[in-house]
């Protein structure tokens, strides 16, 4: 070819694809969802340290629903992050799409819960102003209707949307809502888009919000909910039948006793509405917070879950949470939590390991899954001394003037109020709750 031939005539360069992502050929903007994911892998390695168990020859498939116990708001990135295997810049197996609280992607959702949770005004109302939608739907959050997170001004809109406005809200609240919205406004408007409007603060954004109304204002917003709450199920099936990976949590939300909370609804017609039954995919996942540094946490991943009929709810369910309870691995926070708990009001460190020894076998032997801290663990003592330093730090329990004696500090009537720790323990110590409930002898066996 001439050295004079115009540039203009040479064939294209192929566009390099971008292979970073599985999927990115079917993600709108592959190259910020890869970034934002990198993002969350890196913050979550930096906060937890992670203790994965995964079955040989995992593989996460397309068209694959997965499932886990609900503990924390950070179960989707920890658990995201073991299941998609990134090495290197290289994202191994196609990130899920996930159920997310549908306020979570409302306007303002940053300013509400700020303000619920305390927060001065003066940090709450500019932080309403941050979109979290936009990032959320890049992770691919898509929204889910839960009705314990709907608030007192979601259900005064969805009067509104069906047709009440102009109503009187002593017609449709109930009296200890009226009762509550007078001390706080001193007049309650004349119609319930007024009232609507109103600033209401953190009462206004409390959740269980459909506690609020009469049961005939339930009757008449009740055909809207089911329809929505059908349209986004159908959605995620939907997604399953693209060939594309789901995650549904089936309790729907965090228990307050760290029990496991019964299965719900969606999940059944999640899998029912699917064209072809989808694979679902068990995760068990445990938090062992008494510890100093990173916050460990289990993942526990299962195999596809088999034999399951959606023709028999009950054993559908039933079938659902065995699994899930059967993965969730007891730590040594567990352990701990339940010594406070049911324990003596004070005790010696020799006490304290010999009994941690005992628990360990006892659960080991009933077939719960043992975290594998707790399986490698040879000096049992050593463990239990770092552990009592951080109880110690959060106020726990606290040392006796001989040096020798504990005091535990566990109280079985005071509520934990705010305190993280206080509530970490009382949900650690209410998982054996459902661990007793399935293996009866275990209850025995950890008698202090």
Request: proline share 7%; with cysteine.
């Amino acid at each position: 070819m001439s050295s004079d031939t115009p540039s203009a005539a040479l064939p294209a360069s192929p566009a390099v694809p971008f292979d970073w992502l599985p999927d990115a050929d079917r993600d709108p903007h592959p190259r910020l969802t890869w970034l934002t994911e990198c993002a969350f892998d890196v913050a979550v390695d930096a906060l937890y340290e992670k203790e994965e168990i995964v079955p040989e020859g995992y593989k996460l498939e397309g068209g694959t629903l997965i499932v886990s116990n609900h503990e924390r708001d950070s179960d989707v990135p920890v658990l995201t992050t073991t299941l998609c295997q990134r090495r290197g810049r290289f994202i191994r197996y196609p990130l899920p799409f996930y159920a997310s609280r549908e306020d979570i992607l409302r306007p303002g959702f940053l300013r509400e819960l700020l303000l619920a949770q305390g927060w001065p005004g003066i940090i709450a109302w500019p932080a309403g102003w941050i979109p979290l939608s936009w990032l959320l739907r890049i992770v691919r959050a898509r929204p889910m209707r839960r009705v314990r997170e709907f608030t007192l001004k979601e259900a005064l809109g969805a009067l509104c949307r069906a047709g009440l406005g102009d109503e009187d809200p002593r017609d449709w609240l109930r009296p200890s809502t009226i009762a509550e919205l007078e001390r706080r406004l001193r007049k309650v408007p004349d119609s319930l888009i007024r009232l609507s409007r109103k600033r209401l603060g953190p009462y206004g954004s409390r959740f269980w919000g459909l506690r609020r109304l009469r049961p005939t204002a339930l009757r008449r917003i009740a055909p809207d909910m089911r329809a929505t709450i059908n349209t986004q199920l159908r959605n995620f099936a939907e997604r399953l039948d693209d060939n594309r990976c789901v995650y549904f949590a089936p309790e729907g939300t965090i228990t307050d006793d760290g029990g496991m909370g019964r299965i719900r609804a969606g999940t059944l017609r999640l899998f029912k509405y699917a064209r072809r039954q989808p694979a679902v995919l068990p995760v068990g996942l445990s938090y062992d917070f008494f510890n100093h540094g990173r916050r460990r946490v289990v993942v526990n991943v299962g195999t596809p879950i088999q034999g399951l009929d959606p023709d028999h709810p009950h054993a559908f369910n039933g079938k659902l949470r065995d699994t899930l309870l059967g993965l969730r691995a007891a730590t040594a926070s567990h352990l701990l939590a339940r010594y406070l708990a049911t324990g003596p009001e004070q005790f010696t460190v020799a006490e304290l390991t010999g009994w941690m020894g005992q628990a360990r076998a006892a659960v080991e032997q009933s077939g719960i899954k043992l975290d594998p801290l707790l399986q490698r663990t040879s000096d049992m003592e050593a463990l239990v001394r770092t552990r009592l330093a951080w109880l110690s730090h959060h106020r726990l329990v606290s040392r006796a003037e001989d040096h020798l004696h504990w005091y535990n500090l566990w109280s079985r009537e005071k509520a934990p109020g705010r305190d993280a720790a206080w509530i970490d323990a009382r949900h650690l110590a209410g998982a054996f709750e459902d661990w007793n409930e399935r293996f009866p002898a275990l209850r025995d066996a950890l008698k202090v």
